[in-house]
């Protein structure tokens, strides 16, 4: 069905066939994922997944596409060049290179980008992708446990991370969704702080942005909290955060759109009067990639449908003083959204 | 200078400036390495390191190239039309989609390949870089002894690569250098067999290929063992492996070329009738990328010199029956090479 989907864009776009090179796209039309990569051609009577011979074994067992192996880049191109394809469509993320090695080697005139036709199937999760998803979501949460057990005044914040990466692990992540984010004290107004050497401190916020990867699927969830009391000032913005995240969620549902959810989201810390520290969108697909589509943001006027999954993530961030963010991944039902994190919310 | 190396290419090549957008090049020239990446142009008389908004507070306090930020592509775009780009340097990486949005929203009309300049300034590490490098492979050689210690029957080969990530992570790493590969039994034999739920058997070779991402440098090591007993047949092929790898160490040095490396290596294996089990290259570069120049392969004919930090991992994959691999990084010093993962190769 999916390598139909292909097939009727090459139709429509008067296509000779389709070459496919991206990773997740790769496991998303074959369900094959070699470490080394490889090269998807889809034409409008055959499919072959050509892969580095090293990638040979491991991808014939796996792969629901015919499996073929190339020894040399001369060997593949020789392949590529016996399809014909004189009008290709690719991938938006096709490199420079390639490009140019496609259309010295293989007599490729022409390039259209498939990205939309790809889009338009990944965005919608199938019940076997949720099922998934929603367990990559429970890994996140056990890793979040181990967090609010382990943060305390004087240890690094990469040794919490350590942690909380191993019992992923140990819980049957691949691996971490991304760099674990712990970020404390002044580094909680960095909306991508990586946990790093620093020492955490009594009084700071700290910003607990973290995933699992599972089964090729990603989770994503924020939790922020404060070691010993909060002061008058952290609690007003976690406050706010707070209700603005859990509005998102209740907004979120079939018909309005990425960019009306963004909205919603931005006008409650607008109101409070921080809608300048709110410097990112409220969230973003998640999937085979961590950051897919809807975007949540200003800039994307997909309208929510069910089986879409996202992140509703506000943040307010004050450079110097420290930030808060508190985030969960949802699924759009038919009537609503679905948490798929759990972890409570009411941590300040 | 590194930026001057970019210049000097700008004049030769008769072009307007240079785009950079690929993060270990970003990181190279600009010190400053943005989750969501950037734009660094590079013109005759400037150069300005283009980053989303989120990214600006972390990129000015890193970066040496002044930043700039943006809030929209539209905004970036604006900006980087405003540099009068019609002839532009890009990395062979650049994709499809960034060319087609500069040639219609930035004006650029030719698009020439920068990557050998690039090439040539990181293939040879300076001595800041490798002591950075050679950290990274102490922290390799730490997580090898536990697995040494760890792997025994009945565990799970993703129970001790999380055992040894945890200790990279604790040990200084900002993560593993990539997937952790822990292939026992059957799963030897493939040369990427990433650590799964497999459990490890009495008898079952092993082969453990691991490293560390240290301040944004990689390692790369493997060692192979045998649980329990070896038999003939795994004492055999082990043999062949170290004689070969230690061959290599050996003759790695300044004057031949990756690829008279290769076949140095690839000879021995060979002479004992197992040349065809032997399906990958000798070895690759190792730096900002765990996968760069010089390739120790039939296809690169790079002069080795001083400062190339290479592998050298020879195998021999029997399917069904299991593996061999034994990797060192080595870096080309002037009269040979010094093996930077030091773990002990005697291991059956």
């Not at 593949?76 to 090695?101: A, D, M, N, P, V």
């Amino acid at each position: 069905m999916r390598i139909e989907k292909l097939r009727e864009f090459i139709a429509e776009k008067e296509l000779d066939g389709v070459l496919i090179t991206h990773k997740p796209n790769l496991y998303y039309f074959t369900g094959s994922s070699p470490v080394l990569g490889g090269y998807l051609v889809v034409t409008p009577d055959e499919a072959v997944f050509l892969v580095p011979e090293l990638e040979y074994e491991e991808a014939k067992e796996t792969s629901k596409v015919p499996v073929e192996k190339f020894k040399t880049g001369k060997e593949l191109y020789e392949r590529l060049s016996s399809f014909k394809l004189r009008k290709l469509g690719i991938e938006g993320r096709t490199s420079f290179s390639t490009i140019q090695t496609l259309k010295e080697k293989a007599n490729v005139e022409d390039f259209t980008a498939v990205d939309d036709v790809i889009k338009e199937l990944r965005i919608i999760k199938t019940p076997e992708e949720l099922e998934i998803i929603e367990e990559a979501c429970k890994i996140a949460d056990q890793a979040m446990l181990v967090a609010l057990e382990e943060i305390s005044e004087g240890k690094r914040e990469r040794e919490i991370a350590a942690k909380m990466e191993y019992v992923m692990k140990m819980n049957g992540a691949e691996k971490p969704a991304f760099d674990t984010i712990i970020a404390s004290g002044w580094r909680s107004a960095l909306p991508h702080g990586v946990a790093s050497g620093k020492r955490i401190e009594k009084g700071d916020l700290v910003v607990i942005d973290e995933g699992a990867l599972y089964r090729h699927y990603h989770s994503d969830m924020t939790r922020t909290i404060v070691v010993g009391s909060p002061n008058e000032k952290q609690k007003e913005i976690y406050e706010i955060v707070l209700e603005a995240q859990k509005k998102g969620v209740e907004e979120a549902r079939p018909g309005i759109t990425a960019k009306e959810l963004d909205t919603i989201v931005r006008d409650v810390i607008a109101e409070y009067g921080y809608g300048d520290y709110f410097i990112h969108s409220t969230g973003h697909g998640v999937g085979l990639e961590i950051h897919e589509w809807p975007r949540v943001s200003q800039f994307d006027e997909t309208v929510l449908k069910p089986g879409m999954v996202i992140t509703v993530e506000p943040g307010i961030y004050i450079p110097k003083f420290g930030g808060v963010r508190i985030e969960d991944t949802i699924v759009i039902t038919e009537n609503g959204a679905r948490r798929l994190t759990k972890t409570e919310r009411e941590l300040i």
